[in-house]
């Protein structure tokens, strides 16, 4: 069939913990990520890789896609990503993959997602061949749904196609990869897979002119070029040559089946105008005659509270893999301790204020971020035990980092142990 030569690899993409997280395994035990147990990979590319997990608390089988920190912060994409994810934790539609929460380690962030336990839409056609009319119809309603409330929250696909379309147990669809599109392609694509043997059959003409779109008209667009692939078997666009291929989408040159219905024909040729602006719209597909056809309303699950918290503690800021605070244990007297801080950072430039065990450390310099500022704490943990609490209270966290790095060293002699016991680095985020 020809759908499965363009078979792009799978593009479900997973991510693990709100603060740090530290993926666990022996060869004798499965890796665990916070309350997670991971299993087998789901879906695997150069940059992210979903797995399948248990929910060790509530026994819910979950997807976790896996990604490398590194790379999104060297892409600079840590606010667009932020924001998407923000926003898709709050989309909670029966059609759109549901994300649970997001966690990080040192390395990665770990996107943790509903679990669709019956696989790809595409397989499904793979397998058994087209779907029937109003098989096809059924799974047109729930993408257009889906899609539908994604826009009326600002979030676009910009990438729809059979992969990103999964089924639950209950055969109820679940559109994946909603909102990633913050992503750099590379990441959220399978990569090499994709860049090497996947074509543009789904990205509607203004996408590939690159003139600049409307990210609603163009997921409508692929949205009819979905439905002309669930009826047909195959793709309405499909050229092994990517020119004459392109050139085919500009002109939207395509040739219907014998056995599609003269009103599903109707449909789908304006879905697939070329022109966005002509192209029929969301709310005229909703109020279309063959679309309507059957139709079952969304059922939406009661409302339950979600939290950003998580989001933030990931993202909040582009080096977020500092903590802005750290402690050290020193068995000096107090005032010594005090004494010995003041001394270590008047030279590094810093003003310091002192009142009893507390210190304001603060730096005569404008860093990224203003002014790198700093509280500080003695406690008395024993008698001849002291905790050092160190906490940025304005500036940097990358130059905190480097602060508490230089004042460390200053105090080495009065040291006992830092959080990692190694005197050097505060503890990772
Ligand atoms: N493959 C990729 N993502 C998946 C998910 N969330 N559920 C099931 N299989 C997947």
């Known amino acids: 069939m020809q759908t499965q030569a363009r078979r792009m690899s799978s593009t479900a993409i997973t991510f693990p913990s709100s603060s740090s997280i530290a993926a666990v395994g022996t060869p004798a035990t499965r890796t665990r990520v916070g309350k997670y147990e991971l299993g087998n990979t789901l879906g695997e590319g150069s940059f992210a ?3 399948y997990a248990t929910n060790l608390d509530s026994g819910e089988s979950v997807a976790i896609k896996i990604i490398d920190r ?15 994810i923000s926003t898709m934790k709050l989309i909670k539609h029966p059609n759109v993959l549901r994300i649970f929460e997001v966690l990080a380690s040192k390395t990665k962030i770990y996107i943790v997602l509903e679990y669709a336990n019956g696989g790809e839409l595409f397989d499904k056609i793979a397998r058994h061949g087209r779907l029937k009319e109003d098989e096809a119809r059924g ?7 889906a899609v539908d409330y994604c826009h009326s929250r600002g979030v676009y696909h910009r990438d729809l196609k059979p992969e990103n379309l999964l089924l639950d147990s209950f055969g109820i669809l679940k559109v994946s990869d909603f909102g990633l599109s913050a992503l750099p ?6 990569g090499l897979l994709h860049t090497a043997c996947g074509t543009p059959n789904y990205v509607a003409p203004e996408v590939l002119a690159d003139k600049g779109y409307n990210g609603t008209s163009a997921d409508v667009w692929s949205c009819g070029v979905i439905l002309f692939v669930l009826m047909a078997g195959y793709l309405p666009f499909d050229e092994p040559n990517l020119t004459v291929l392109y050139r085919r989408i500009q002109k939207a040159s395509f040739a219907f089946p014998s056995w599609f219905s003269s009103s599903s024909k109707k449909l789908i040729k304006r879905i697939l105008d070329p022109n966005p602006v002509t192209r029929i719209t969301i709310p005229e597909i909703l109020k279309n005659d063959w679309f309507k056809k059957g139709y079952k309303p969304p059922h939406f699950q009661p409302d339950e509270d979600v939290t950003l918290d998580d989001v933030d503690a990931v993202f909040n800021d582009s080096e977020n893999h500092v903590k802005r605070e750290t402690c050290f244990t020193s068995k000096s007297p107090a005032n010594e301790i005090v004494s010995k801080i003041e001394e270590t950072a008047k030279p590094m430039g810093f003003n310091v204020q ?5 210190i304001k450390l603060q730096g005569d310099q404008t860093g990224r ?10 406690f008395e943990v024993a008698p001849s035990l002291h905790m050092v609490q160190l906490r940025k209270t304005g500036g940097d966290t990358l130059e905190f980092h480097k602060f508490y790095k230089n004042l460390n060293s200053g105090l080495k002699d009065i040291v006992w142990t830092t959080e990692q016991s190694n005197n050097e680095e505060p503890k990772v985020a």
């Open 70 to 84: 590194d790379r999104i912060l060297r892409h600079k994409m840590v606010e667009g990503i932020k924001r998407e």
């Open 369 to 378: 971020k203003g002014r790198l500022s700093v509280a500080t704490e003695v």
């Open 185 to 190: 392609k590379q990441v959220r694509e399978d």
């Open 139 to 145: 799974y047109f309603q729930q993408l257009i749904n």
């Open 49 to 51: 890789k979903v797995k």
């Open 354 to 358: 002192k009142r009893n065990y507390k």
